[in-house]
């Protein structure tokens, strides 16, 4: 997978690898069981801390998104979320708080947002499905 | 972190060379396994401080500390534990890259020469070339496989990519974290001193900006990023008078409105919201961008 680093963001380096691994592993372009970048060459690649992709790495393991084999490399989760169904609803309630407050700022009402969340979900299922298919051939 | 014993330690270091001068109570610190940075204008000090680090220059006032030790007292301790890379890397003209190499190597108490070969191939370094027919880029190439190969605990950077092209100072970058870093994860300190800061933004994890010999901030790299913002608001008319003074630019063009903020933030976006701007954004200064904004404020 391709990672993007965005230094303009205001979110740490580390959460944005983060958050671009569990988007991925949710479109389907991480798949259960495929191998992660080693940490090395994704640092080199990227010009980051090593220790910010590793910093990374363990967050994503401590949420049960990867396992580490060691002397393997890490490798996404056959079911990529090892949390507790109250914990894994209260991380996304508060990403969707986030969400609501800036619509409420950017002055996006209700039904529009809420048809924005059905289209969004759409284009995400149309990217997994596509993504199943190629992995079909 | 903060309890473990700092690899480097500054405390009120001043440095004059005659009437002039380059370093006036500075103060730092460098917790292990960080990358710091010490950024600066030609001329705000940052050699001057290096230097004392290394026991090349002795403080006049204040004291400077590597693993706890004092450079001037404990030199031989010190340098075993460190590398450097000088902005002017200088090698006896006559050896050649391997005869430097070797020659290098035998101050040194441990050396990679696995790593050496590797690091060789990757630069297309020819063991056999003369040190004075090396170009500047292959010159520091040569210094940085020098300060690599004894693993040490701390790798020091003075100015490292200065008058390199932009592929030999990528190539640099990328072996610092991966040769470098790589061989002890999360146990080797690199302070690194520059001018060309945006090449080091993913590798810095804290840094201090130094102008005219002193501290002008100190800052950790993710609350930088937090606190250096940059808000724009688009108004439908010309922008209403506002309290603004919390911000440290300001900007007016037409119906818009910049502003540069250090922390104020919330409170200055809050402040816009209530005049219903038609568009409001913010995004985070670049490291380059805060440097740019405290110098001048």
């Given amino acids: ?137 | 972190m903060d309890s473990a014993t700092p690899v480097i330690q500054i405390e009120n270091l001043a440095y004059a060379y005659g009437r002039a001068e380059a370093v006036h109570d500075l103060s730092l610190k460098v917790q292990p396994g960080r990358c710091y940075g010490l950024f600066g204008r030609n001329g705000a000090g940052k050699t001057t401080t290096m230097k004392c680090l290394l026991n090349l220059l002795r403080p006049q006032r204040g004291q400077v500390r590597v693993f706890a030790l004092d450079p001037a007292r404990a030199e031989v301790a010190v340098k075993g534990r460190l590398a450097y890379v000088p902005d002017q890397v200088v090698f006896y003209p006559w050896m050649s890259v391997r005869e430097t190499l070797d020659y290098l190597a035998s101050f040194r108490e441990r050396w990679n020469r696995k790593t050496e070969q590797e690091l060789l191939e990757r630069f297309r370094l020819d063991p056999a070339q003369r040190t004075d027919a090396l170009s500047k880029g292959q010159g520091t190439q040569l210094a940085l496989i020098a300060a690599i190969c004894p693993e040490t605990d701390l790798l020091v950077l003075d100015e490292p990519t200065s008058g390199l092209d932009p592929i030999v100072r990528r190539e640099f970058i990328e072996t610092v974290i991966g040769a470098y870093q790589e061989g002890n994860p999360g146990n080797r300190t690199i302070f690194v001193s520059t001018h060309l800061i945006s090449e080091f933004e993913g590798l810095i994890d804290e840094f201090t900006i130094i102008d005219r010999g002193r501290v002008v901030v100190t800052l950790d790299s993710d609350q930088a990023r937090e606190r250096f913002q940059k808000i724009r608001a688009r108004f439908a008319q010309s922008p209403p008078e506002l309290d603004l003074k919390a911000a440290l630019r300001v900007r007016r063009e037409g119906r818009e409105l910049e502003l540069i903020v250090n922390g104020a933030g919330p409170e200055l976006l809050e402040r816009l919201r209530q005049h219903n701007p038609e568009a409001l954004t913010t995004e985070s200064l670049t490291m380059e961008e805060i440097f740019f904004a405290t110098l001048k404020s």
């Fill in chain 1, 1 to 137: 997978m391709i990672f993007q680093i965005n230094f303009k963001s205001g979110m740490p380096i580390y959460l944005q690898l983060v958050d671009q691994i569990k988007a991925a592993a949710a479109s389907g372009a991480l798949r259960p069981g495929e191998a992660l970048p080693s940490i090395r060459p994704l640092a080199e690649e990227l010009r980051v801390n090593r220790n910010t992709v590793a910093k990374a790495y363990s967050e994503l393991e401590s949420l049960g998104v990867i396992e580490t084999h060691p002397g393997r490399g890490c490798f996404l989760n056959e079911t990529h979320s090892a949390l507790r169904k109250e914990v894994r609803r209260k991380l996304l309630i508060e990403e969707i708080d986030q969400a609501i407050v800036q619509a409420h700022h950017l002055q996006v009402p209700r039904p529009e947002f809420l048809e924005l969340i059905h289209e969004r979900m759409d284009v995400l299922d149309s990217k997994r499905r596509a993504n199943e298919d190629h992995k079909e051939d």
